[in-house]
């Protein structure tokens, strides 16, 4: 990563820092450049009411995003759900509930204070099927075929790595998998300088792809079925989207598309290639192989 990128990210994590501060000293969370009032376009008015009555009033208070994940993602009981950049743990909260006792919600962010926040809110709550990490969404800690579901809310705009972070995304879900994310995306026309016009990384704007971009990048990470609504205006030119994608049970571009068969064989898809996984989610790959008494163990 550049000087560049890593003035961007510092720039990002101060910011939401603050934020976190902010809340946890009784204010209100903004995704902009300084702690004011949200509109509609961001915060939490995107939540429905019931929803933001069972949580603690800190994580709807701290909630920064541009939509509502949680609503489009389909979330069912038993599913294994990450949360890129998961804030206060609003997200993470109602996936959560959504999955019942035997699933689990994952919520990753780089920022202590958020971390602090969502740990104060995971126990108000009386959540027991959470677990927030810490890390970046371009090296998420998880190990590959884990996750059944990604979300995230206004937070894939901010990275400065986008391709390492849909990269990452693929990893981490078992084939099956899919996405259902809220994040800000801007018109084909507009240049990257139009975009920086409109706002800057902490507000949400500056870092967005174009929906052009957004579905190469996605489709170059080797997902399928990719969908990219938009939901309501956040600036000139500039949408906050509703964004669904799969990851193919049998890979077939991307990554995971390398050379060799992309078939199912010793337990692993795309096997004997540097992108093989274990067919099965729950096996690791040495395992599956071992199993299968495959030829190609490596």
Same mark, same amino acid.
């Given at each position: 990563?550049?000087?560049?990128?890593?003035?961007?990210?510092?720039?990002?994590?101060?910011?939401?820092?603050?934020?976190?501060?902010?809340?946890?000293?009784?204010?209100?969370?903004?995704?902009?450049?300084?702690?004011?009032?949200?509109? /509609?376009?961001?915060?939490?008015?995107?939540?429905? $009411?019931?929803?933001? =009555?069972?949580?603690?009033?800190? &994580?709807? #208070?701290? !909630?920064?995003?541009?939509?509502?994940?949680?609503?489009?993602?389909?979330?069912?009981?038993?599913?294994?759900?990450?949360?890129?950049?998961?804030?206060?743990?609003?997200?993470?909260?109602?996936?959560?509930?959504?999955?019942?006792?035997?699933?689990?919600?994952?919520?990753?962010?780089?920022?202590?204070?958020?971390?602090?926040?969502?740990?104060?809110?995971?126990?108000?709550?009386?959540?027991?099927?959470?677990?927030?990490?810490?890390?970046?969404?371009?090296?998420?800690?998880?190990?590959?075929?884990?996750?059944?579901?990604?979300?995230?809310?206004?937070?894939?705009?901010?990275?400065?790595?986008?391709?390492?972070?849909?990269?990452?995304?693929?990893?981490?879900?078992?084939?099956?998998?899919?996405?259902?994310?809220?994040?800000?995306?801007? /018109?084909?026309?507009?240049?990257?300088?139009?975009? $920086?016009?409109?706002? =800057?990384?902490?507000?949400?704007? &500056?870092? #967005?792809? !174009?929906?052009?971009?957004?579905?190469?990048?996605?489709?170059?990470?080797?997902?399928?079925?990719?969908?990219?609504?938009?939901?309501?205006?956040?600036?000139?030119?500039?949408?906050?989207?509703?964004?669904?994608?799969?990851?193919?049970?049998?890979?077939?571009?991307?990554?995971?598309?390398?050379?060799?068969?992309?078939?199912?064989?010793?337990?692993?898809?795309?096997?004997?290639?540097?992108?093989?996984?274990?067919?099965?989610?729950?096996?690791?790959?040495?395992?599956?192989?071992?199993?299968?008494?495959?030829?190609?163990?490596?």
């Amino acid at each position: 990563m550049n000087d560049q990128s890593n003035d961007l990210r510092e720039t990002v994590r101060r910011r939401y820092a603050a934020a976190a501060v902010h809340v946890t000293e009784g204010g209100a969370a903004c995704c902009g450049p300084q702690a004011l009032e949200v509109d /509609d376009s961001f915060g939490s008015t995107l939540y429905a $009411a019931d929803e933001r =009555d069972e949580l603690p009033a800190e &994580a709807v #208070a701290a !909630s920064l995003g541009c939509g509502n994940p949680t609503a489009v993602a389909d979330l069912r009981v038993g599913e294994r759900v990450l949360d890129l950049g998961s804030g206060g743990g609003i997200d993470v909260l109602l996936s959560a509930r959504r999955g019942g006792p035997t699933g689990k919600a994952y919520g990753l962010d780089m920022t202590e204070e958020m971390l602090a926040l969502a740990l104060a809110n995971q126990k108000k709550a009386g959540a027991t099927n959470v677990e927030f990490l810490k890390g970046t969404i371009e090296a998420v800690p998880l190990p590959a075929g884990t996750i059944d579901v990604v979300i995230s809310n206004c937070v894939i705009n901010l990275s400065t790595d986008k391709p390492a972070v849909f990269a990452e995304t693929y990893r981490v879900l078992v084939p099956g998998g899919r996405i259902g994310i809220s994040d800000v995306i801007a /018109d084909d026309a507009l240049t990257p300088d139009q975009r $920086a016009e409109r706002g =800057d990384y902490v507000g949400c704007i &500056a870092g #967005a792809l !174009s929906f052009t971009e957004y579905q190469r990048g996605l489709e170059a990470a080797g997902f399928t079925d990719i969908e990219i609504t938009p939901t309501h205006s956040v600036a000139d030119g500039m949408h906050s989207a509703i964004v669904r994608a799969v990851k193919p049970t049998i890979a077939t571009a991307g990554p995971a598309a390398t050379a060799g068969t992309a078939e199912t064989c010793c337990g692993a898809t795309a096997c004997c290639t540097p992108a093989e996984e274990a067919a099965d989610p729950h096996t690791t790959l040495i395992e599956a192989k071992a199993t299968a008494g495959c030829g190609c163990q490596n």
